[in-house]
């Protein structure tokens, strides 16, 4: 009975088999997915048994692909065994994109950010996941109440379709007000002053800004840490949006904890340098509130001290010991470690300036112990040739304990080529061609050529400057230029000549100081002078006839005879080649930390021109020129600026031996001094003049004109502008990077005027001032070029009050 049994199980489970064995396969439903490719993913075949497995298996494959909506595995009995069925329902493959509605985001940005590429398969998922992306951006901008609706429109077949996503922004959430709870000693108003997310003044938004919205918690706890509750943390937060209103409101749950103070400093273990001058470099006292900030600033000083004398590998352990419950004693615990030696110095990056015009800026040397300040001077001297957009030092660890540094370059592109015309006042139209090489062939050499041409200025000059010569700190450079100008409708000038320089870097009594010394010799010439300018520049005489039985009003002008020039007048010189012989000596400090756009440091400069005397020459005057500039970070990247230029020109042979062209024409952007608001060069002091008209009178109606003698004078006076002897400029300025290197934005207050005699000089009343903004472009191949719109708060004869525009190439403190 037991043999029978199991002989009928066999048979039973055999015919079983048989029943279940898949004898075909068709696949139906798909469009796009081949018959092989849905076979190839399935987990069933002809001549396998069909199993609950093997069919979830195949489902979770097939749907595992991405390309189909629905999946089902049907199966029928045949003679021979089953035919199953994989029937499918394809995806819709995306055919377009569409954003409608939107406005506050644009449509490229919300394209590159779903990342959808048409022809890609589209799921229900991810439409929904890409509208929660839509949402998610709206929120960071403040439109919470932003509503998104996709819409899907297929093909005929339902094989594409094109998916719109409907946009209603609604407006942006206004944040009413922010709750803390949990503050006892600090008030909340403190803590939310320091929160960008607050109810604002009229003036500044109080639109919610996502972005902004950890900054502002983590802004609370260091507000609390500042103040020495240093155990305070932010437990929770939360917001709550009154959607009929579109008002936000944010709760903040602290925990503030006791207020800390500070006790007594000690130190151990430091043995290169004294206790005495460590706690000179602690930021608070004893007493003082347990300031997080002044604590943290502490360690790094004391860093920097010991890098300062190469001790790289420092390490400062502060224990804190907390008494009487609030006050907290702190411990430095320092690991001096070995002096570190630089080894290597090496340059990366720089592909057009050559490595010895870097390293020759360098202060750090192979060899030489390490030093944190000679590294900060080597960037800043680096990057005062004005040649790379970044010098960043990186100090690369050693074995041993020593460091190689490594200067990373980023050079910028300084050629300078410009071609255009311009138009003003004085020039009228004039077209310009220029070239400059600040970095001639990756030597630190500076060419440079510039050609004017126009119906009243014309001018070439050219020049070259050696900075390094013979591989030695000392400059070598010389200029040539030829300028014919016409000074409005008065006269012509002519100016020819050519200069050679010498300079020389300082090591006393710093190493910032450098001295120039220059001889130019150049021959100038007046001409072409208008017939009304002469006249209002000349001695005049008239003569009349006299009639002795008439009255002298009767009497009949015969002539007007012209004489001789006012004196110091350049009519005396017309046509009459001058020449100046000129010796100038410069001497510079210059500490700024950039060569533009300075946010520290300073700059001085003292020139003295001379002429005449041993040089020889027709001028005959010595010119002295200081100019003094300071620069001081505000916050953020701000930086303000100020600058006060004197000058004073004399001569002991009279105004008429002073060059005209050497005299201060301040106003709007003109070289001698920036007041913009004015007409460039408006700037000039009033001189009277007094002209007279003798008369002469015939008693003789016979007799020969210039027989008779003068009975009458008359003198008449007027007010004419000359160009000053003295001058003085005084420049505010706050810079503002809009974009780092880039753009910058300007606001400003410039003062200053010139005068004839020292006497007249009033630092304060006596300056024209204006106030204004403006911007600043750097431009590739152009240089820096600037926009400044200015107002004058002074009026001037001759010139509208109002905004003015001005337009200059470089920047205000050149």
Same mark, same amino acid.
């Given at each position: 009975?037991?043999?029978?049994?199991?002989?009928?199980?066999?048979?039973?489970?055999?015919?079983?088999?048989?029943?279940?064995?898949?004898?075909?396969?068709?696949?139906?439903?798909?469009?796009?997915?081949?018959?092989?490719?849905?076979?190839?993913?399935?987990? &069933?075949?002809?001549?396998?048994?069909? *199993?609950?497995?093997?069919?979830?298996?195949?489902?979770?494959?097939?749907?595992?692909?991405?390309?189909?909506?629905?999946?089902?595995?049907?199966?029928?009995?045949?003679?021979?065994?089953?035919?199953?069925?994989?029937?499918?329902?394809?995806?819709? $493959?995306?055919?377009?994109?569409?954003?409608?509605?939107?406005?506050?985001?644009?449509?490229?940005?919300?394209?590159?950010?779903?990342? /959808?590429?048409?022809?890609?398969?589209?799921?229900?998922?991810?439409?929904?996941?890409?509208?929660?992306?839509?949402?998610? /951006?709206?929120? +960071?901008?403040?439109?919470?109440?932003?509503?998104?609706?996709?819409?899907?429109?297929?093909?005929?077949?339902?094989?594409?379709?094109?998916?719109?996503?409907?946009?209603? +922004?609604?407006?942006?959430?206004?944040?009413?007000?922010?709750?803390?709870?949990?503050? $006892?000693?600090?008030?909340?108003?403190?803590?939310?002053?320091?929160?960008?997310?607050?109810?604002?003044?009229?003036?500044?938004?109080?639109?919610?800004?996502?972005?902004?919205?950890?900054?502002?918690?983590?802004?609370?706890?260091?507000?609390?840490?500042?103040?020495?509750?240093?155990?305070?943390? %932010?437990?929770?937060?939360?917001?709550?949006?009154?959607?009929?209103?579109?008002?936000?409101?944010?709760?903040?749950?602290?925990?503030?904890?006791?207020?800390?103070?500070?006790?007594?400093?000690?130190?151990?273990?430091? +043995?290169?340098?004294?206790?005495?001058?460590?706690?000179?470099?602690?930021?608070?006292?004893?007493?003082?509130?347990?300031?997080?900030?002044?604590?943290?600033?502490?360690?790094?000083?004391?860093?920097?001290?010991?890098?300062?004398?190469?001790?790289?590998?420092?390490?400062?352990?502060?224990?804190?010991? *907390?008494?009487?419950?609030?006050?907290?004693?702190?411990?430095?615990?320092?690991?001096?470690?070995?002096?570190?030696?630089?080894?290597?110095?090496?340059?990366?990056?720089?592909?057009?300036?050559?490595?010895?015009?870097? #390293?020759?800026?360098?202060?750090?040397?192979?060899?030489?112990?390490?030093?944190?300040?000679?590294?900060?001077?080597?960037?800043?001297?680096?990057?005062?040739?004005?040649?790379?957009?970044?010098?960043?030092?990186?100090?690369?660890? %050693?074995?041993?304990?020593?460091?190689? &540094?490594?200067?990373?370059?980023?050079?910028?592109?300084?050629?300078?080529?410009?071609?255009?015309?311009?138009?003003?006042?004085?020039? $009228?139209?004039?077209?310009?061609?220029?070239?400059?090489?600040?970095?001639?062939?990756?030597?630190?050499?500076?060419?440079?050529?510039?050609?004017?041409?126009?119906?009243?200025?014309?001018?070439?000059?050219?020049?070259? *400057? +050696?900075?390094?010569?013979?591989?030695?700190?000392?400059?070598?450079?010389?200029?040539?230029?030829?300028?014919?100008?016409?000074?409005?409708?008065?006269?012509?000038?002519?100016?020819?000549?050519?200069?050679?320089?010498?300079?020389?870097? !300082? #090591?006393?009594?710093?190493?910032?100081?450098?001295?120039?010394?220059?001889?130019?010799?150049?021959?100038?010439?007046?001409?072409?002078?208008?017939?009304?300018?002469?006249?209002?520049?000349?001695?005049?005489?008239?003569?009349?006839?006299?009639?002795?039985?008439?009255?002298?009003?009767?009497?009949?002008?015969?002539?007007?005879?012209?004489?001789?020039?006012?004196?110091?007048?350049?009519?005396?010189?017309?046509?009459?080649?001058?020449?100046?012989?000129?010796?100038?000596?410069?001497?510079?400090?210059?500490?700024?930390?950039?060569?533009?756009?300075?946010?520290?440091?300073?700059?001085?400069?003292?020139?003295?021109?001379?002429?005449?005397?041993?040089?020889?020459?027709?001028?005959?005057?010595?010119?002295?020129?200081?100019?003094?500039?300071?620069?001081?970070? !505000?916050?953020?990247?701000?930086?303000?600026?100020?600058?006060?230029?004197?000058?004073?020109?004399?001569?002991?042979?009279?105004?008429?031996?002073?060059?005209?062209?050497?005299?201060?024409?301040?106003?709007?952007?003109?070289?001698?001094?920036?007041?913009?608001?004015?007409?460039?060069?408006?700037?000039?002091?009033?001189?009277?003049?007094?002209?007279?008209?003798?008369?002469?009178?015939?008693?003789?109606?016979?007799?020969?004109?210039?027989?008779?003698?003068?009975?009458?004078?008359?003198?008449?006076?007027?007010?004419?502008?000359?160009?000053?002897?003295?001058?003085?400029?005084?420049?505010?300025?706050?810079?503002?990077?809009?974009?780092?290197?880039?753009?910058?934005? %300007?606001?400003?207050?410039?003062?200053?005027?010139?005068?004839?005699?020292?006497?007249?000089?009033?630092?304060?009343?006596?300056?024209?001032?204006?106030?204004?903004?403006?911007?600043?472009?750097?431009?590739?191949?152009?240089?820096?070029?600037?926009?400044?719109?200015?107002?004058?708060?002074?009026?001037?004869?001759?010139?509208?009050?109002?905004?003015?525009?001005?337009?200059?190439?470089?920047?205000?403190?050149?």
């Amino acid at each position: 009975m037991l043999a029978c049994t199991v002989l009928f199980a066999v048979v039973q489970s055999v015919q079983s088999q048989e029943n279940y064995r898949i004898t075909e396969i068709e696949v139906e439903g798909n469009h796009v997915a081949t018959r092989s490719l849905i076979l190839g993913v399935a987990s &069933i075949h002809v001549g396998d048994n069909l *199993t609950p497995t093997a069919v979830s298996e195949t489902i979770r494959r097939l749907y595992g692909l991405g390309i189909f909506s629905d999946v089902r595995i049907d199966a029928e009995q045949t003679a021979s065994g089953l035919k199953v069925y994989i029937v499918v329902k394809e995806l819709p $493959k995306l055919a377009g994109l569409e954003f409608r509605g939107n406005k506050k985001i644009k449509t490229r940005d919300l394209r590159e950010k779903l990342g /959808l590429g048409v022809g890609g398969y589209i799921s229900p998922y991810l439409i929904e996941q890409k509208k929660n992306e839509i949402h998610k /951006l709206y929120a +960071e901008k403040g439109y919470f109440q932003a509503t998104i609706t996709p819409v899907l429109t297929y093909n005929t077949d339902s094989t594409e379709a094109v998916l719109v996503f409907n946009i209603d +922004e609604h407006s942006k959430v206004k944040v009413e007000k922010v709750i803390i709870n949990g503050n $006892k000693k600090v008030k909340a108003s403190k803590l939310v002053g320091k929160m960008r997310n607050r109810k604002r003044g009229f003036l500044k938004s109080s639109d919610f800004a996502q972005d902004k919205y950890e900054e502002d918690l983590t802004k609370v706890i260091d507000e609390y840490h500042k103040l020495g509750y240093i155990d305070a943390y %932010l437990i929770s937060d939360s917001i709550s949006i009154d959607s009929t209103r579109n008002r936000m409101t944010i709760y903040l749950n602290v925990y503030e904890g006791p207020r800390y103070y500070f006790g007594t400093a000690s130190f151990k273990g430091n +043995e290169e340098l004294p206790t005495s001058f460590l706690k000179k470099l602690l930021k608070y006292k004893p007493g003082d509130v347990f300031d997080l900030d002044k604590y943290d600033e502490t360690i790094s000083e004391l860093a920097s001290a010991y890098y300062e004398i190469g001790h790289l590998h420092i390490r400062i352990l502060d224990e804190r010991t *907390t008494r009487a419950d609030s006050i907290i004693d702190v411990t430095y615990d320092i690991t001096e470690g070995l002096p570190s030696y630089i080894h290597l110095v090496n340059i990366v990056g720089n592909r057009k300036t050559k490595e010895k015009v870097i #390293r020759r800026e360098l202060k750090v040397l192979p060899g030489e112990k390490f030093s944190r300040t000679l590294l900060i001077r080597s960037v800043r001297d680096a990057m005062a040739l004005n040649y790379f957009e970044m010098v960043d030092p990186v100090p690369i660890n %050693l074995p041993n304990g020593d460091v190689d &540094i490594e200067f990373q370059i980023k050079e910028k592109q300084t050629g300078q080529i410009s071609a255009g015309a311009g138009y003003n006042s004085q020039d $009228k139209l004039v077209g310009t061609f220029g070239m400059g090489i600040p970095n001639f062939r990756g030597e630190g050499q500076n060419l440079s050529f510039n050609l004017d041409y126009g119906s009243r200025r014309n001018s070439f000059s050219i020049s070259f *400057t +050696e900075p390094w010569l013979f591989g030695r700190p000392t400059l070598l450079g010389f200029n040539a230029f030829a300028l014919n100008r016409r000074w409005f409708n008065d006269y012509t000038e002519g100016r020819t000549g050519g200069s050679i320089r010498v300079g020389r870097r !300082l #090591r006393w009594p710093d190493n910032y100081f450098r001295v120039y010394g220059s001889y130019s010799l150049e021959r100038n010439k007046f001409f072409d002078f208008d017939d009304a300018y002469i006249a209002q520049n000349s001695y005049k005489s008239q003569y009349y006839y006299n009639d002795p039985g008439t009255a002298a009003a009767n009497d009949v002008l015969l002539g007007q005879i012209t004489h001789e020039p006012y004196p110091g007048s350049i009519i005396s010189y017309n046509e009459e080649p001058l020449t100046a012989s000129r010796l100038s000596f410069t001497i510079t400090r210059d500490s700024r930390n950039l060569p533009e756009f300075a946010t520290k440091g300073s700059r001085f400069s003292y020139t003295l021109q001379t002429t005449g005397g041993l040089l020889g020459g027709f001028w005959k005057y010595q010119k002295h020129e200081i100019s003094l500039a300071k620069f001081f970070p !505000l916050f953020w990247k701000m930086a303000i600026a100020f600058r006060v230029q004197y000058g004073v020109v004399t001569s002991p042979a009279g105004d008429d031996r002073i060059l005209i062209t050497d005299r201060f024409t301040p106003g709007g952007v003109a070289f001698d001094g920036i007041v913009r608001g004015y007409d460039d060069g408006s700037l000039t002091p009033d001189s009277m003049v007094t002209q007279s008209d003798t008369s002469f009178f015939y008693n003789d109606p016979n007799a020969i004109i210039g027989v008779d003698q003068p009975s009458d004078t008359t003198f008449n006076n007027f007010r004419t502008r000359v160009r000053g002897k003295y001058m003085l400029i005084s420049n505010v300025e706050i810079q503002i990077p809009i974009s780092e290197r880039q753009l910058y934005g %300007l606001l400003f207050f410039d003062a200053g005027n010139s005068w004839l005699n020292r006497r007249d000089i009033k630092p304060f009343s006596g300056l024209y001032k204006s106030v204004g903004f403006g911007f600043r472009i750097v431009v590739p191949a152009i240089g820096t070029i600037g926009f400044d719109f200015g107002y004058a708060l002074d009026d001037i004869e001759g010139q509208a009050k109002g905004w003015k525009p001005h337009f200059q190439i470089g920047t205000t403190f050149r």
